[in-house]
C-alpha cells in the first residue's frame, strides 16, 4: 500500500502542509506510520479521510464537529444528510441568482426603452418591475371578461342571423355592457395607478381622466396630481389597493 509525506498528502488534497499538521494537533487526521526519525507517514484511507475533511471544512462546518461527525460508527450516513443538506442550500442560492440575473436583464430591456434616462427612473422601473405580475393578473383577468363576452355576442349575433330571434343579442349586448361598466372598469381603475415621468411619484388620477384619456397598452396621457404636469404617464399597479 502506498504511503504518503506531509507534502504528498496536502498536494493531493489542495490544501497547505500546515493545515495537514493542523489537523493532526487536533487529533482528526493522524498518520499512519512515524518512521524512526519522527517522519510522518499516510496511506490511501487517511488521503480519503483527509479528502472528507476538507469538504466538511468547505461547507463551514468547525473542526470540533468534524471531529465529532469521524468518531461516529457510521460517519457515512451524517456525511450524506449534510450533503443533501448541502445541495439544497446551493439549489436555493442559485435559484436566487436566476431571479437577480432575470432583474437585471429586464432592467436593461427598460432602460433601452426610456429617451430621457435619469437616476430617478431607475426607481420608476423598479416599482414597475415590482408590480408587474400583479398588473399582468389584473390585465388577464379583464382580458378574459372580453374574450367571454366577445364569445357571447358572436354567438347571439349567429343565432340572430339564422333564425331571425334578436333578443338574446339585446340582451347579452346590455348585460356585457352593465358587467364593463359596473365591474370591469371600476375593478381595473382600483387596482391601476401611474408614475408621473417629470416628477416620478406615484398618483392615482381621476376614474373620469382615466376614462377618456389616450392611452396606449402600458401609457397614459395624464395631469400629475403632484407636480400637475400633463404627459403620458406608465401605468403601474396600485399597492393602495390592498389596504382598501
Request: glycine share 4%; with cysteine.
Amino acid at each position: 500500500m502506498s504511503k504518503y509525506t506531509t507534502g504528498e498528502v496536502a498536494k493531493l488534497c489542495g490544501v497547505t502542509v500546515r493545515t495537514v499538521q493542523y489537523y493532526d494537533q487536533r487529533s482528526i487526521l493522524i498518520p499512519s506510520e512515524l518512521t524512526e526519525g519522527g517522519r510522518r507517514l499516510y496511506s490511501e484511507d487517511d488521503v480519503k479521510k483527509l479528502k472528507i475533511i476538507c469538504f466538511l471544512r468547505d461547507l463551514g462546518l468547525p473542526i470540533n464537529t468534524i471531529a465529532e461527525i469521524l468518531k461516529e460508527e457510521d460517519p457515512h450516513s451524517v456525511i450524506s444528510l449534510l450533503l443533501a443538506e448541502h445541495e439544497q442550500t446551493l439549489k436555493a442560492e442559485l435559484d436566487e441568482c436566476q431571479k437577480k440575473y432575470d432583474s437585471i436583464k429586464a432592467l436593461k430591456k427598460e432602460i433601452k426603452e426610456i429617451d430621457d434616462f435619469s437616476v430617478n427612473s431607475i426607481g420608476d422601473i423598479a416599482h414597475i418591475m415590482k408590480s408587474k405580475d400583479k398588473l399582468r393578473k389584473i390585465r388577464i383577468s379583464i382580458a378574459l371578461v372580453g374574450i367571454i363576452g366577445g364569445i357571447v355576442e358572436v354567438a347571439t349575433a349567429v343565432l340572430w342571423g339564422i333564425t331571425g330571434i334578436w333578443i338574446p343579442f339585446a340582451v347579452s349586448y346590455v348585460v356585457i355592457a352593465a358587467v364593463c361598466f359596473f365591474w370591469l372598469l371600476p375593478y381595473y381603475y382600483k387596482n391601476i395607478a401611474y408614475i408621473c415621468p417629470n416628477c416620478h411619484e406615484v398618483f392615482k388620477p381621476s376614474f373620469k381622466e382615466v376614462l377618456w384619456a389616450n392611452h396606449t397598452p402600458k401609457t397614459r396621457k395624464l395631469t400629475c396630481t403632484h407636480c400637475h404636469k400633463k404627459g403620458w404617464c406608465v401605468e403601474t399597479y396600485d399597492e393602495n389597493s390592498e389596504k382598501k
